[in-house]
């Protein structure tokens, strides 16, 4: 027994291999928990200050957004920004109650996640394709697509308040959403 004792005794396993090795796959490790805490905070629907402050309100507020050349039909909830978050539904388009409503001056904006049962088909979009939004007195009011582009989660240009009537519709987009999709369109 003690030539068996003797034998594992002399076999030593290196030291600096095993803390090299672990060093390495914990520095492997950290750096992809990093990334992803970096996309996820990327990918949060956040705003940096405060958004602007809407005026009283004159126009409808929608309650259905339907786009038919790209199989879009989805019911809206109003929602607002809390903490420079913004709160959202998952299984809605969200219009952002501080923006316009149908039929104001200004930027009606509204959001849902980027899903084959959401606002996935949108980059199938084309120029002068129409976009029909319902609102809450039952009527149905016609935008034509205008310009699509894909930004920065930082670039929220897009979605601040304007003059003209417009319609601003914004899905996540990229790898592991880490960029923006967005589709202007004008009324008609």
Not at 164 to 183: H, M, Q
């Amino acid at each position: 027994m003690f030539k068996i004792a003797a034998r594992y005794k002399r076999f030593k396993f290196p030291q600096k291999f095993i803390s090299s090795k672990f060093i390495i796959v914990f520095g492997i490790f950290f750096i992809f928990l990093s990334l992803l805490l970096r996309i996820y905070l990327n990918s949060r629907l956040s705003f940096k200050g405060s958004y602007p402050k809407k005026q009283e309100s004159i126009g409808v507020i929608p309650s259905r957004i339907i786009i038919e050349s790209v199989g879009v039909d989805l019911p809206i909830y109003e929602s607002r920004i809390v903490d420079g978050v913004w709160q959202v539904a998952g299984d809605a388009a969200n219009h952002l109650a501080v923006s316009a409503r149908i039929g104001e001056s200004g930027n009606m904006v509204i959001y849902a996640h980027n899903k084959k049962s959401m606002f996935g088909p949108l980059r199938y979009l084309k120029k002068d394709d129409l976009i029909n939004v319902v609102g809450h007195d039952s009527a149905r009011y016609s935008y034509k697509v205008d310009t699509l582009m894909e930004v920065a989660p930082s670039d929220i240009k897009y979605v601040l308040p304007g003059d003209d009537e417009k319609l601003t519709i914004y899905t996540c987009s990229g790898f592991a959403d880490s960029k923006r999709f967005i589709v202007v369109a004008k009324p008609l």
